[in-house]
Nanobody, 127 residues
Framework: QVQIVESGGGSVQAGGSLRLSCTVSGYTFGTYCMGWFRQAPGEEREGVAFIRRDGRIRYAESAKGRFTLSQDSGKNTLHLQMNSLKPEDTAMYYC?????????????????????WGQGTQVTVSS
């Protein structure tokens, strides 16, 4: 089993920054991809940023240039640095992992492709 705990959400004004963290424990050997999704009220869950086992990172278009994904050397803690936040970034942010996958492809960005999920952390950006 895998346990995931997110932290770092909060409320900021537009243009501000937040840093989300995700700690993964349990059976994490060989995890293929880890990353962040977000879901705003009434919207579908969307992929934000992901890191593959070999360190290759994939960003959603909405995150490019503003968000930076990083991973601690132990590979069990993930950070999402979010800068220049906009009101449209307001959502519940979830960390997720996928156990199996091919190194021939980038990390998937569909929520249905991920196996384990955290409870989420709320990010609210006011204008």
């Amino acid at each position: 089993q895998v346990q995931i705990v997110e932290s770092g959400g909060g409320s900021v004004q537009a243009g501000g920054s937040l840093r989300l963290s995700c700690t993964v424990s349990g059976y994490t050997f060989g995890t293929y991809c880890m990353g962040w999704f977000r879901q705003a009220p009434g919207e579908e869950r969307e992929g934000v940023a992901f890191i593959r086992r070999d360190g290759r990172i994939r960003y959603a278009e909405s995150a490019k240039g503003r968000f930076t994904l990083s991973q601690d050397s132990g590979k069990n803690t993930l950070h999402l640095q979010m800068n220049s936040l906009k009101p449209e970034d307001t959502a519940m942010y979830y960390c997720a992992t996928r156990q199996l996958g091919s190194m021939a492809f980038q990390c998937p960005m569909q929520s249905s492709d991920y196996d384990y999920w955290g409870q989420g952390t709320q990010v609210t950006v006011s204008s």
